[in-house]
């Protein structure tokens, strides 16, 4: 009876650790713009470096890495397609095989994109990740998904989040003139710099009458419109308990809307590491050894 006993308490142990260990580690590559570059295998052939985009669900290889790679047939075109710049045509590959980690992924689109971040060939999104736990780990350079809660997220801060058009979005505080307006920003693996401002944004807090530039660019776009993008310092910007100071923030100074969301960037997205609920409802973030890295300079 001891023996059988016995049995089943190692049968339960071995049961619960198994269930806390990642299924599945996805090591990855973080560069000097702050990117997360993926190592993915598609059809069993071709190697690409992807940039993980939590800005979208859908995988992209940039037009000029095509060339490189023997597997992939171009299928069909969908038509004006939107982006920051405006509409076109994107070219699209059908029934891939993407195998990411240990798994694999079958019957996968992809599109054509002409631009992604910095030393990579493309993009790959959050949907792989659903309905799992995802964490971030930065210490050891990998993406690990679990099945079931990882107990070490009881070291964890917690953050209300919610999951919107491919975005995540949460609640940090800036201070402006020394107040803490609460604000939403979208988690965004994909831009390098630390804050972006929204146009709605600078209006309603006067960001440019209150915050003094340290920098500009001007431009135009296709109709003529002059934009000036500035940049400037921000004295604080709290998460929970956290608190960062003299943050370099972006915005623009135009008559045209050109930006629609704050934006919280790889700058201060790789000195945490972070754990996503199954439904990304809920964020979970703890400082890691990047966090008193100096800042990315744009």
Known sequence: MRKVSLFFYLFFLSFIANAQNPQNEIPFRLT????IVLPVILNNKDTLQLMFHTGSDYNSIIEKSLPKF???????????????????????????????GKKKFKKTPIFIDQQSGHETDGKIGMKYFENKYL??????????????????????????????????????????????????????????GAVIFSDEYVRNNQLLEKIKPTGQTKFSDAAGNEIISKTAILNQLKINTIKFKNVPI??????????????????????????????????????????????YQL
Do not use: C
């Open 70 to 100: 023997k597997t992939i047939e171009l299928n069909d075109t969908i038509k004006d397609v939107t982006s920051w710049a405006g509409y076109s045509d994107q070219a699209m590959s059908f029934n891939n095989l993407i195998i990411l």
């Open 250 to 295: 972006s915005y623009f100074d135009s008559q045209v809307k050109i930006q629609y969301i704050n934006i919280f960037g790889g700058d201060l997205i790789k000195r945490f590491n972070w754990i996503f609920s199954p439904d990304f409802k809920t964020i979970y973030f703890k400082p890691n050894s990047h966090f008193y890295d100096s800042y």
């Open 32 to 35: 000097k713009f702050n990117n």
């Open 135 to 192: 964490e971030i780990d930065f210490d050891s350079n990998k993406l690990k998904v679990y099945d079931e809660m990882p107990e070490s997220i009881t070291t964890f801060q917690k953050l209300k989040s919610r999951y919107e058009n491919q975005s995540l979005f949460f609640e940090a505080f800036p201070m402006i003139e020394n107040l803490p307006i609460k604000s939403e920003f979208m988690f965004h693996t994909g831009y390098s």
